[in-house]
């Protein structure tokens, strides 16, 4: 795929979900959702790492041509997920990567507690992980570049228990 590929959120969560794949969006991209300011140009995801999933996965992968950054095709299955900790692919949509179990959780079910369905327009309402779950990423990456993330995400959960606190009264 060319570098100047355009990111299209939508395209990319509208064809996992036409799969039926069973995901959390992590990264950037979720972090901009609950309301940091950055910028990203792809989309990070945590799959369910059960069998019928990761085949849905396959499919969803092969209907946006998405390929390893070499151009390689790949097969989607759980000798993958077990061989790999994170696969970077580039799709016409962006960029796409897949991490099954992201630094600081247990992968899916660990980050499924406490995500949320945000609607993002044109019927799409992906689950994203909650402003605490991705401090947590954030935070195990101890990585200098990452405090002002990790400073933003720190000020949002501190304003979601105000406004929890205010919403009880």
Not at 112 to 133: F, K, M, Q, W
Request: no cysteine; aromatic share 4%; charged share 35%.
């Amino acid at each position: 795929m060319a570098e100047h590929v355009k990111f299209d959120p939508y395209a990319l969560l509208q064809a996992l979900d036409r799969h039926r794949v069973t995901y959390i969006v992590i990264g950037g991209f979720a972090r901009v959702v609950q309301g940091t300011e950055e910028i990203t140009r792809g989309l990070d995801i945590v799959p369910s790492t059960r069998p019928e999933n990761l085949r849905r996965l396959d499919a969803a992968l092969r209907d946006l041509d998405a390929r390893e950054a070499d151009g390689r095709e790949l097969t989607f299955d759980e000798d993958t997920i077990a061989a790999r900790p994170m696969l970077e692919l580039e799709t016409a949509h962006g960029e796409l990567k897949i991490v099954p179990e992201p630094i600081g959780t247990r992968g899916y079910d660990d980050l499924r507690r406490a995500a949320t369905r945000e609607p993002l327009g044109r019927g799409v309402r992906p689950s994203v992980a909650s402003i605490g779950d991705l401090a947590r990423m954030v935070s195990s990456l101890a990585d200098e570049e990452r405090i002002p993330q990790l400073m933003q995400l720190r000020r949002l959960v501190e304003l979601e228990r105000v406004r929890a606190r205010v919403i009880e009264r």
